[in-house]
């Protein structure tokens, strides 16, 4: 039997973790598609934009679903990182994908509002 060590372990953890964000994100986007196509099929005209909004609404929750889980998996990823310069690229890739997750929640914030 093979033992696993405990940078085994991490590197495991960290690329499930990644794999689940970008499932949520595959699953949000797909999700998306299949509604824009029923509100084409549908053709009400007047409710079109409410339900694009919606659908935008509904896929920028997953996108930031998804995002938090890479986020989560590249901050488990640094205690795995063997030097400063790894960590660093680590640190600049949460900090471009924490901008990200906020604007898309400025625009989510923003989209519910419209909605409400």
């Known amino acids: 039997m093979m ?15 990644s794999f689940a964000g970008i499932l949520v994100i595959l699953c949000g986007i797909l999700l998306a ?4 196509i029923h509100s084409l099929i549908s053709n009400k005209q007047p409710k079109q934009a409410v339900q694009i909004n919606a659908i935008r609404l509904n896929l920028g929750r997953n ?9 989560a998996a590249d901050l488990i990823g640094t205690t795995t990182a063997p030097d400063y310069y790894s960590v660093g690229i ?14 898309i929640n400025r625009e989510i914030a923003t989209l519910s509002k419209e909605k409400a």
């Open 33 to 36: 598609i299949g509604q824009y």
């Open 63 to 71: 996108l930031l679903l998804g995002l938090e889980f890479i986020i």
């Open 3 to 17: 033992s696993l060590d405990l940078h085994t372990l991490q590197l495991f953890i960290q690329h499930a973790i």
């Open 90 to 103: 680590v640190a600049c890739i949460v900090v471009i994908r924490t901008a990200l997750s906020f604007t």
